[in-house]
């Protein structure tokens, strides 16, 4: 289900690229902007979710492993960084 919400929030994204390269004829810019104002939503929840593994250093730690990090590289002014560039994410969403 979390890859559905994925799918569904790059959706606008994916029609807008569409539409530029002239793949759908009938699209007009209000359909595209009102699908695009009502799935900004979905795109607060990819960000909510990745902030939940920036909860504390050792959950952040884990997640970094995963993506193939070695561990004695992972340092905590990262987990601050990483939650810097989340929240203005956030805020430009």
């Given at each position: 289900?979390?890859?559905?919400?994925?799918?569904?929030?790059?959706?606008?994204?994916?029609?807008?690229?569409?539409?530029?390269?002239g793949l759908f004829v009938g699209s007009t810019a209000a359909t595209s902007?009102?699908?695009?104002?009502?799935?900004?939503?979905?795109?607060?929840?990819?960000?909510?979710?990745?902030?939940?593994?920036?909860?504390?250093?050792?959950?952040?730690?884990?997640?970094?492993?995963?993506?193939?990090?070695?561990?004695?590289?992972?340092?905590?002014?990262?987990?601050?960084?990483?939650?810097?560039?989340?929240?203005?994410?956030t805020l430009l969403s």
């Amino acid at each position: 289900p979390l890859a559905l919400i994925d799918l569904v929030a790059i959706l606008p994204t994916i029609i807008k690229l569409s539409t530029f390269l002239g793949l759908f004829v009938g699209s007009t810019a209000a359909t595209s902007s009102i699908m695009g104002g009502a799935l900004i939503n979905l795109r607060l929840l990819r960000i909510l979710r990745l902030q939940r593994v920036l909860t504390d250093y050792e959950t952040f730690q884990k997640f970094e492993m995963a993506l193939g990090q070695d561990p004695s590289n992972i340092k905590p002014y990262q987990l601050q960084l990483a939650r810097v560039v989340i929240s203005i994410f956030t805020l430009l969403s």
